[in-house]
């Protein structure tokens, strides 16, 4: 059993087969999943259903492969924030940028971790000025991903 939000949503170990299954190819069929798990489509198709009513599946989309894209450089933003600020608003404007593809609320002395993709140092550096005269941002700090030579797809349920 797997708590959510301080309501309990029954997940048993077929579910869990099921979640690892989808994040290996959500494109599969209802029939494909399950020859994977032992179940039939039908009942595949319900609990598929009832994980995305229940909030367990948040959707599904394609990984795209940013450098073949254009976008070679990948980063991480610190943002150190004003006392001032109106997190709201600035969170509104942190999402709104396009190369911003991850925000993190953390603890220690900045706010908030973006990850950012970028397609050139030029580009980042576009960027850090656009989030630097953002109302709200004190300063950042900028960490510059060189390889990536592990990255997990998905989270691991086992």
Known sequence: MLARNDEIKEIDELDLRLLEALQRNARATFAELGSLIGLKPPAVHERVKRLER?????????RLDGPRLGYALTAFVSCYTTPDCDYDDFMRR?????????????????????????????H?????????AMRGMARTRTTIVLSTPYEREGIALA
């Open 54 to 62: 229940h909030g367990h599946i948040r959707g599904y989309g394609a």
């Open 94 to 122: 942190l999402s709104s940028l396009p190369e911003v593809c991850e925000v993190h609320s953390v603890a220690g002395e900045e706010s908030y971790v973006c990850k950012v993709v970028t397609r050139s140092t030029q």
């Open 124 to 132: 980042l550096d576009d960027l850090l000025g656009r989030l630097k």
